[in-house]
């Protein structure tokens, strides 16, 4: 019990904090991947073929390759991308990009594959009937998308948003290979200074299976509320 | 784009190849086993038996599979007992930690999606067995899994490309799968794109011939 204490003897406080950041990544990561989503969502419903093609690739390559791979792209050729297109610019300092942004943005890569996918099923089984009737009504553009397809759509994605959420908050551990302070990062430390690998790895599956279960339960409530009426 | 550098680690991740297809097909046939007797537990009427099996799915799939094989890995050895017994000879291998956690991990998801197979199937098919006098064991081998097979097909095939994906993690044990050597070229050649481009396709390609194996699984055990 005194190796999960707060303070300076046990390692509470810094478990504590390293499961913060892996909040703060995953949903950093969540975010990210909406934005992907976002963009690419449409190319994928898209009439153009080449729009379609670019899309399809996207959410092949990302959920084929395994994300190990990925945060290895990402953490091993991020600085040197960057660094790149900074020289184009005139600008030929070194840069180097913090472990938090590099994590971020390759599981929210990866986690925007998957949302991807998600939205564009969503959109595809709302009824043909509820896009004519507002082409008929004649609404406008935005009011028609956010105020009819959207809340349908979202009622019918966040059931397989829970569960890219669930992939995405268990990557995270894997961007503890790029040093990033995370639960797992902080239990391998840990781990290894107090050479007790067995109690910390289990108490870092523990924090991940509190964590998972919280953000079960946050879901199941918002999953109700945009399920009134059915 | 560095030519010389794709043709010069191509072989070595082909290589490679070969221990992320062993770990692989290793952790699927131990994984079927475990899923096929836990999705039997899960359907045991006896709560406390279908608590244990709900229990086990609910660890390993609310947990990262990189705390698990770590778990494994680094976390049994440490357990003096173990070190005296026969089981030692495997856990101290990496090889036999990353195919164990695998397993289990594997195992999980695969009884989730035998569960929900075994529970789609319409009472009147069990039924009918009943009244044409089978037992309950033929039922279950002769009727029971051949549909809850056939049922689970396209969720399996996902599962093979999620774990294809998990072995990748073998590589943080000191395993030299794809992903182990492919970081290892990485960082000693600093060419992470083109690495990246070679250990990527090899794993697409796998991916693609799973994803063409369940297409005609498919259809071969479709309803006439």
């Not at chain 1, 073929?49 to 050729?77: C, D, H, M, Q, W």
Request: glycine content about 8%; charged content about 15%.
């Amino acid at each position: 019990m005194e190796l999960i204490s707060f303070g300076d003897k046990g390692w509470g406080d810094e478990l504590f904090v390293a499961a913060l950041m892996t909040i703060a990544v995953a949903v950093t990561a969540m975010l990210i991947g909406f934005l992907f989503a976002l963009i690419f969502t449409p190319l994928k419903l898209s009439k153009y073929k080449i729009l379609n093609l670019i899309a399809n690739s996207y959410t092949t390559v990302v959920r084929g390759v395994p994300e190990l791979l990925v945060i290895y792209l990402f953490f091993f050729g991020g600085s040197g991308a960057i660094m790149y297109v900074a020289q184009i610019f005139g600008y030929y300092d070194y840069i180097e990009i913090n472990a938090f942004i590099t994590g971020a943005t390759s599981i929210g890569i990866i986690s925007g594959a998957y949302s991807t996918e998600v939205f564009r099923g969503a959109i595809q089984s709302i009824d043909k009937g509820q896009f004519e009737a507002c082409h008929v009504l004649g609404l406008k553009k935005h009011i028609y998308f956010f105020k009819v397809i959207m809340p349908q759509m979202l009622r019918l994605a966040i059931p397989n948003l829970s569960n890219v959420w669930q992939i995405t908050l268990k990557d995270t551990s894997l961007i503890s290979v790029t040093g990033l302070v995370e639960i797992m990062r902080q239990s391998y430390i840990a781990a290894g200074s107090t050479r007790d690998p067995l109690f910390f790895y289990s108490f870092a599956a523990l924090l991940y299976l509190i964590l998972t279960f919280l953000s079960m339960k946050l879901i199941n409530r918002l999953e109700k509320n945009y399920s009134r009426g059915y | 784009m560095d030519l010389e550098l794709i043709i010069t680690s191509f072989p070595k991740l082909l290589s490679a190849t070969v221990i992320t297809l062993k770990l692989l097909s290793a952790s699927l046939f131990f994984g079927l086993f475990l899923g096929l007797f836990f999705a039997i537990l899960r359907l045991n009427k006896n709560k406390l038996i279908s608590g244990f099996a709900y229990g086990y799915s609910y660890v390993f799939r609310g947990t990262p599979l990189l705390v698990q094989i770590f778990i494994i890995y680094f976390g049994l050895g440490q357990i003096e007992y173990l070190r005296t017994t026969f089981l030692w000879v495997i856990l101290k291998e990496p090889y036999w930690c990353a195919i164990i956690a695998f397993s289990l991990n594997t195992g999980a998801y695969t009884s989730e999606i035998l569960r929900s197979a075994f529970e789609t199937i319409k009472p009147g098919i069990i039924e009918a067995g009943r009244s044409l006098g089978l037992n309950k064991v033929f039922i279950f081998t002769k009727i029971q899994i051949p549909i809850a097979i056939k049922q689970s097909l396209p969720a399996y095939g996902n599962e093979i490309i999620l774990m294809l994906k998990g072995t990748s993690l073998a590589s943080t044990v000191t395993l030299m799968d794809i992903t182990g050597v492919a970081k290892f070229i990485i960082s000693t050649t600093f060419r992470p794109v083109e690495v990246f481009i070679i250990a990527g396709s090899i794993y697409l390609f796998i991916t693609f011939l799973v994803h063409n194996l369940i297409k005609y699984l498919e259809k071969k055990y479709r309803y006439q």
